[in-house]
């Protein structure tokens, strides 16, 4: 036993002993954090128990290798070394002390944080350093202060000197010492290669794409399940880049009888003395006497407008999704509010427009759990099936934390071989989506995110017979057309048919007669839209949101039909509630596209995020831009000569019409984002 210790780097050992007392300590704290909060009433399963510790030692490998990192790369120079250099021994003494005394500190302010608030440990804590004396005085009067300092001054002391024993008893022979220094370089290339290896699969903490994120302790709706699994310390540093984004209740009050008589709400309160502003608006329909009706929901990467049959692009690319159009509902003026394929996640699922600055609002631990009217779906089997990885965007924790049972297929979950980095083609993703359908006995909400439609553009050799053009094929230059490259081309045209692939086989199916189809691109591309394009989508930059919409089913719509309204993403819940007879609470933006009450009132919210966001409102005939402070306002009418020339001097009353509406809805958006809890 001894000859193999030797045989270990002093720098290595003296690391892996660190490590092994944090991990020891942190499940330690994690278990007494179950013991004190857990709800005897409401105990999580013995499987979600389990996966929390297991979940938490992960996150604790993850925060510990973090705080061991500097040691591993500079321990290595011999005035720094740990173990024989006393310099470097009292150097690293004195960080692990610091870093096990901030640990204790992290986690005890997190238990009484959770203690108070039923909340892990976030950024919108230090709202309390604010008024500091407040505060102090609310601790000294809510805790044991003198007594808790002495039992952590205690505690603190016992790890220090626990961690202090440990390293000390480290072996620095001469044996140890010598061994590697008489290994040759290749030897010593293996050992450094192995430890990047380890070292990035532990910092990883996951065989994926994507390293485990807080988003991966949000596997259950049960709550408790995801405080558990939580590490408090990468959870609050998570939070730290969310803390700046929050509403102005006053401006949303003020905005809030606007917001009734826009939204519909049924039941409006006075907002005087609350805080609380109620936005709800029950539907109810009758009990279908017949079966349910299944709904799939197909979201398309980037499929803009101009690129399809459907804009009259003359290359006709997606004839698949122009037949579907022509037997269903076609939206032809349906818009995401931005670009970005989390967005769109996070707008369709919650009817809010994302408009989270750092990053994506399904990246915000601090608003994760929110109401989704795809829950009004009760009795229904749940899916999600996607490529590549869950983990992108942290979308896992949006869709798993607020849809229960919700059934996810992701990279690991299929037959089907990957083709690049965004797992396997979408042509198979349709194909083993069908495969679970055909098999699902009772009613189901499913959703579909097709990824392909990236580069590198690949085409699968298993492809079902699609033809790959080529400059042959193609008069003109491809940018007349809205393509970039002819592998764009056909990477679009593949995704069209492998839709019309899905059709085909779906209809041989028990499922097809009762389903509701819904297609509509996550967004479309800023970029040349073709002499087929009409001028204000590429001068106003609204390509990159402009994408079709399409109901298709047999049994849901009797009578195609164009439709010419203005629509929005966040009204593709509500629609396909009210096609389907779903009874819903609709708690955000979202409207019935097929209530023609609203008709004379639809706009569009757009937002371009940025180092100062601009946020947009679209009507029929006008593009109202302007700063998220309200700066800069600037009003375009789409069908001029010459759209983005401003004409608010010339159409003052639109101007004030479009500019009260706009920053309405936009104070509206930031309050229910904040107070849009699931039921």
Do not use: C
């Not at 173990?83 to 005890?108: D, E």
């Not at 008489?182 to 430890?195: E, S």
């Amino acid at each position: 036993m001894n000859s193999f210790i030797n045989k270990i780097p002093r720098l290595y050992l003296y690391i892996f002993v660190v490590l092994l007392l944090f991990l020891f300590i942190q499940s330690g704290l994690r278990l007494i954090f179950w013991l004190k909060f857990n709800n005897p009433t409401d105990p999580i399963s013995n499987h979600d128990l389990i996966w929390s510790f297991y979940l938490g030692m992960k996150f604790d490998l993850q925060a510990s290798l973090g705080t061991l990192l500097p040691i591993l790369l500079l321990g290595w120079i011999k005035p720094l070394h740990p173990v024989y250099s006393q310099f470097g021994k009292r150097l690293w003494a004195v960080y692990v002390s610091l870093a096990l005394f901030l640990m204790y500190v992290i986690y005890i302010t997190d238990a009484g944080h959770y203690a108070y608030l039923q909340q892990r440990l976030n950024a919108t804590a230090l709202r309390f350093l604010e008024n500091p004396f407040i505060s102090a005085d609310m601790v000294w009067q809510t805790y044991p202060v003198i007594k808790g300092s002495l039992i952590f001054a205690l505690v603190i002391t016992i790890t220090i000197f626990i961690f202090l024993k440990l390293t000390s008893k480290i072996n620095k022979s001469e044996a140890a010492n010598s061994y590697w220094a008489q290994k040759r370089w290749p030897q010593k290339t293996v050992l450094v290669v192995l430890t990047v290896v380890i070292v990035f699969s532990g910092l990883m903490a996951k065989i994926s794409w994507y390293p485990l994120r807080w988003s991966d302790a949000f596997f259950s709706t049960h709550a408790f399940s995801s405080q558990l699994s939580s590490n408090p310390v990468i959870y609050f540093s998570n939070t730290l880049k969310n803390v700046a984004e929050t509403y102005d209740i006053n401006a949303a009050k003020q905005a809030y009888p606007a917001m009734v008589d826009y939204l519909g709400v049924q039941h409006p309160q006075q907002t005087s003395g609350s805080d609380d502003l109620n936005y709800d608006r029950q539907y109810d329909f009758p009990a279908s006497e017949t079966d349910k009706t299944n709904v799939i929901v197909v979201i398309l990467e980037s499929f803009a407008s101009y690129k399809t049959s459907l804009s009259s692009n003359p290359l006709d690319p997606t004839p698949n999704i122009a037949k579907l159009a022509k037997q269903g509902y076609y939206f032809k003026n349906f818009y995401t509010p931005s670009t970005g394929t989390a967005r769109s996640v996070w707008t369709f699922t919650t009817g809010l427009p994302d408009i989270e600055k750092n990053k994506t609002s399904s990246r915000n631990p601090l608003i994760v759990d929110q109401h989704t009217i795809i829950n009004a779906f009760k009795d229904y089997k749940k899916f999600y099936f996607l490529g590549g990885s869950a983990s992108w965007a942290n979308v896992r924790g949006l869709l798993s934390s607020n849809i229960p049972d919700l059934k996810l297929y992701e990279e690991g979950s299929y037959d089907s071989p990957d083709i690049d980095v965004w797992g396997i083609s979408d042509l198979s993703l349709f194909r083993e989506a069908h495969a679970v359908f055909k098999e699902t006995t009772q009613p189901f909400f499913a959703i579909i995110q097709t990824s392909g439609n990236h580069r590198p553009y690949t085409i699968p050799e298993d492809n079902e017979g699609f033809e790959i053009w080529t400059n042959d094929k193609l008069t003109g230059d491809i940018k007349d057309y809205g393509f970039a490259s002819l592998e764009e081309l056909n990477s679009f045209r593949f995704m069209d048919h492998s839709i019309g692939h899905f059709i085909k086989i779906a209809q041989k199916a028990p499922y097809f007669d009762n389903t509701l189809f819904v297609f509509f691109g996550d967004h479309g591309i800023h970029a040349p839209a073709g002499n087929h394009t009409p001028a204000y989508e590429e001068q106003l930059n609204l390509q990159g949101l402009h994408v079709p919409l399409v109901f298709y089913g047999k049994s849901v719509i009797s009578k195609a039909k164009v439709f010419d309204i203005i629509a929005s993403e966040v009204d593709v819940l509500p629609t396909i509630a009210s096609l389907t007879g779903t009874s819903y609470l609709n708690t955000t933006l979202g409207r019935d596209l097929t209530d023609d009450t609203f008709d004379n009132n639809r706009y569009a919210f757009t937002i371009e995020h940025g180092s100062d966001r601009t946020i947009g409102l679209l009507s029929d005939d006008y593009y109202l831009l302007m700063q998220a402070d309200g700066s800069n306002a600037k009003l375009h009418q789409l069908h001029s000569d010459i759209p983005r020339n401003d004409v608010s001097d010339k159409n003052k009353e639109v101007m004030v019409k479009l500019t009260q509406k706009l920053t309405s809805i936009w104070n509206t958006i930031r309050y229910i984002r904040e107070n849009n809890k699931p039921e």
